[in-house]
């Protein structure tokens, strides 16, 4: 059940809130993998860059089981705007880094990852904000590096559940064509995009986002 945002809430404390609240019960689901989507992302990745690549992961919530994954293969690192999130990450991917920042406001220095993942939070972050959070990561990424990113299926300014596998949540999105868009805008070239539907239990019924994966090419 979706309505309209309380006036004058703060979406990214809501998720921030929201996701300290939830942090347990997400990481059940999370640990799912629910149609292998992160893995089999994550072999784009594997299959293109060496061993011990800096890739960092978006919103990386409790760290399982997207950033674990990449922490076997890559010098790994989160960034999650929960702390409660950012604490069981610690613990469950000791090899990775993390820090607790609003993935709008984190500053790296550019050409400092080979790849950048943000498995379901961009949904998370206002529309108006996602354009100038795909130019900072396309400035992080090295020449030849990757980009993977989820986005929403459904064109919303903004979606907002009072209870939310038990506490309020927010989601915001441009809908397909027009993340591909701004993706491209932010001087990436897209190599694959594609719908998935994924089986979220706790959730009810099935939920389509639109996968992204681009590189960050020579002379962009
Ligand atoms: C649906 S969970 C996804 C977690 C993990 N990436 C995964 O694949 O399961 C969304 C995560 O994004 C984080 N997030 C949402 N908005 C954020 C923001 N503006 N800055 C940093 N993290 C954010 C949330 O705290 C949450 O941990």
Not at 2 to 18: E, F, H, K, W, Y
Not at 35 to 59: A, K, Q
Not at 143 to 155: K, L, S, Y
Request: glycine share 12%; net charge negative; aromatic share 10%.
């Amino acid at each position: 059940m979706t309505s309209q945002l309380p006036a004058g809430a703060n979406a990214r404390q809501i998720v921030a809130d929201g996701y300290d609240a939830i942090a347990d019960t997400y990481l059940v689901e999370a640990r799912k993998d629910n149609g292998g989507l992160r893995e089999r992302y994550i072999r784009y990745l594997t299959e293109g860059l060496p061993g011990c690549s800096d890739v960092l992961d978006l919103g990386c919530g409790a760290g399982e089981p997207g950033t674990k994954m990449l922490s076997v293969y890559f010098n790994a690192s989160g960034v999650d705007i929960s702390s409660g999130q950012i604490a069981l990450a610690r613990y469950n991917v000791p090899n990775a880094r993390f820090q607790v920042a609003d993935i709008v406001e984190v500053e790296f220095p550019d050409e400092s990852f080979d790849a950048v993942t943000a498995f379901y939070s961009i949904i998370h972050v206002p529309r108006e904000l996602q354009p100038g959070l795909l130019e900072k990561i396309a400035g992080w990424l090295r020449v030849g590096g990757r980009f993977i990113g989820t986005f929403h299926f459904g064109e919303s300014l903004e979606d907002y559940n009072p209870d939310w596998l038990g506490a309020p949540m927010y989601w915001s999105g441009y809908g397909p064509e027009d993340s591909r868009l701004m993706v491209e805008a932010a001087g990436l070239r897209i190599i694959s995009a594609k719908d998935e539907t994924i089986q979220f239990d706790v959730d009810g019924g099935p939920t389509t986002f639109h996968w992204i994966v681009a590189e960050k090419a020579q002379g962009q």
